[in-house]
């Protein structure tokens, strides 16, 4: 792999250890993957960031970099809402340990933003390079935006962070980003029918990229619920839809194409005892309609899932849900924090959470449209 000068010396050790340290990870990747060169990158995400995956020994090796980042950089939901962990029924340890890792990040300069919607913030524009690690946001923004990530681990886009730069390989070059297969979708979907699809496809088609052909009206929103839940089961980094997403008409046609009329999902429980929304992040939009949706006060436990940013931008929607008993976190999510190990039955409304609970946090999870989650939260009967 081709280095600069400037990276042959950051390699060496001349900047410091952390640049240097990083740097080895992004040469090894490369070398790994055959990238040509290093490339830079507009901004970085990182995951992995709550305790629960870093432990002790992770925490003492954070607490040894040194710098600043190069580039925006974000960080991925943590273990817990940094404000009401408390509310979360986090013990004090768990939150003074993940409160550190946090300050090791808002020192090397992160802005703490632990969301997994960071296109909501940093949004970047097609055909920008970029390093991020959340599986959701990777497609979302390989495939509605058009911009260019690689699906990073943790430690890669850290480096990619301090360096400002990543290999060049996969995601980064364009013929990589191509179809492998043609899906078309019987018939026109509602919108709880995106995640469900987006599971369903994930695991029929493994990791090939589709092409697929929706019929009707798709919305972002429809997008990234689709692309959270494909993301999860199959693991592709980008999709493209005919006529919708920005890259569709850029390949040939695939040769391969399947045909999808059953796509339904088995819940593994029946009585929930949590319902929990905002997987991914919720939108501003998604936060309000959800507020107007929650007219009285709520029967079962409802949390709701948000970045930071977007929560305060709309204080009056929180303000309402909370007055009805709904409890809106940020910071963290249904499934990276151990929370929500303290109830048995989740009811979701997202693909990717209801592949992630049983598996990450041991606990049953029904699928539920947005409208029958809410319902169930308010105890009526239909
Ligand atoms: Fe985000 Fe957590 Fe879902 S990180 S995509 S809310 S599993």
Redesign the pocket.
């Given at each position: 792999m081709y280095l600069t000068a400037e990276e042959e010396k950051i390699l060496d050790g001349e900047q410091g250890e952390t640049l240097q340290k990083s740097m080895e990870i992004l040469v090894a990747i490369g070398k790994i993957f055959d990238a040509d060169r290093l490339i830079p990158i507009k901004s970085a995400q990182v995951s992995g960031v709550s305790y629960q995956n870093i432990g002790d020994s992770g925490i003492e090796w954070f607490e040894n970099l040194k710098g600043k980042v190069r580039v925006p950089s974000l960080i991925?939901?943590a273990g817990m809402d940094l404000d009401k962990w408390k509310e979360m029924g986090i013990e004090s340890e768990f939150a003074r340990k993940q409160l550190k890792i946090i300050s090791v990040f808002r020192r090397l300069g992160f802005r703490i933003e632990c969301t997994?919607t960071p296109y909501y913030i940093l949004t970047p524009e097609k055909g920008d390079h970029i390093a991020w690690a959340?599986s959701?946001a990777v497609i979302y923004a390989n495939a509605v935006i058009g911009a260019m990530t690689n699906r990073e681990g943790g430690p890669s886009a850290l480096a990619a962070a301090m360096v400002g730069k990543t290999p060049r390989f996969g995601m980064h070059i364009k013929e990589k980003r191509a179809p492998h297969i043609r899906v078309e979708v019987n018939r026109k979907l509602k919108d709880h029918e995106f995640p469900k699809v987006g599971y369903w496809m994930g695991k029929e088609i493994e990791n090939k990229i589709p092409l697929i052909n929706f019929k009707g009206k798709v919305t972002d929103i429809n997008l990234r619920d689709f692309g959270?839940a494909l993301a999860s089961t199959g693991g592709q980094p980008i999709f493209h839809v005919e006529g919708v997403t920005p890259e569709w008409k850029d390949f040939h046609l695939p040769e391969e194409s399947i045909y999808v009329e059953d796509f339904d999902v088995e819940s593994g429980c029946s009585e929930a005892d949590l319902v929990a929304i905002?997987?991914?992040?919720l939108s501003g939009k998604e936060l309000r309609k959800i507020a107007q949706m929650v007219s009285q006060p709520l029967k079962k436990d409802m949390w709701i899932?948000t970045s930071r940013f977007i929560k305060n931008k709309n204080m009056d929607a929180v303000a309402k849900l909370e007055k009805m008993g709904a409890k809106v976190f940020t910071d963290t999510?249904?499934?990276?924090s151990p929370a929500t190990r303290n109830y048995r039955c989740i009811m979701v409304n997202?693909g990717?959470?209801f592949c992630?609970l049983p598996k990450l946090a041991s606990t049953e999870v029904i699928f539920k449209p947005l409208k029958e989650c809410i319902q169930e939260a308010l105890g009526n009967e239909d």
């Open positions: 991925n939901p997994c959340e959701s959270a905002g997987c991914p992040h899932f999510c249904m499934v990276v997202s990717k959470a992630y």
